[in-house]
């Protein structure tokens, strides 16, 4: 469905903008050499777009992923290729640049920020900050221009799922959402993405059943949405 085609709110938005206050929610993960987002490798890196059916109900959309070249200088870890099972040497792993993965995703995500009629992307993902530093110390790396992520906020599905099965660990936080997970597949970039954006989807969707969204109208309480754009 084109954004022609959609039903616009009163201010002008497309459901899925309203729904966000204009942000997209784009899924992310990164697997890594380490834990400091400025000296450790990024070694893979996956972003998931959602979609907005006619009913409001978000569903799992786009997956775009890329193995990474280490940059140079980077420093990698044994026990982050153990823990991921990485084989920097595997004739299969098919590796680019840092610079063209970042771009690659950027370029991808800003398409999808516009197609469903939003301002901006918000990373959402699993303990989020680590791998919105992750993506954010690349972005700088690679001196691009226009990230389309905000810089700071996003919504991380550990605490969501928290609130919503009592549980962090993002397995086991599938398992109570009824999410198939292989934990022989977890660990590549691309499939905990699909997961993390199948539970975020769940979430929210859930919360939408159960009365919480939309939200009533109350006149009284109505914000002054345009002031609060550029937060």
Not at 33 to 61: C, Y
Not at 81 to 107: H, K, M, Q, Y
Not at 126 to 144: E, I, T
Not at 198 to 224: E, H, Q, S, Y
């Amino acid at each position: 469905m084109t954004i022609e085609n959609e039903k616009l709110d009163e201010n002008g938005k497309t459901p899925f903008a309203a729904r966000f206050r204009g942000f997209l929610p784009v899924i992310v993960d990164v697997e890594t050499g380490g834990f400091n987002s400025h000296t450790d490798a990024l070694l893979e890196i996956a972003a998931v777009t959602l979609r907005m059916d006619e009913n409001g109900v978000l569903h799992r959309h786009e997956t775009f992923d890329f193995h990474v070249d280490p940059f140079e200088g980077a420093n990698i870890e044994q026990s982050a290729l153990d823990f991921t099972g990485i084989d920097l040497d595997s004739d299969d792993r098919c590796a680019v640049p840092e610079d063209i993965a970042i771009n690659e995703i950027f370029r991808s995500v800003r398409k999808a920020v516009k197609d469903n009629g939003c301002n901006r992307a918000v990373m959402v993902a699993h303990n989020a900050h680590f791998d919105l530093g992750f993506v954010n110390a690349a972005s700088n790396r690679c001196d691009v221009k226009r990230n389309p992520f905000h810089p700071f906020s996003c919504f991380d599905t550990a605490t969501l799922s928290g609130l919503a099965f009592g549980h962090t660990v993002l397995a086991r936080a599938c398992q109570l959402a009824k999410i198939e997970f292989s934990n022989r597949e977890a660990h590549s970039a691309a499939y905990d993405a699909e997961k993390t954006a199948d539970l975020f989807c769940t979430i929210v969707n859930r919360w939408k059943d159960l009365g919480g969204w939309p939200l009533p109208v109350d006149d009284n309480l109505a914000m002054d949405e345009t002031s609060l754009e550029e937060e």
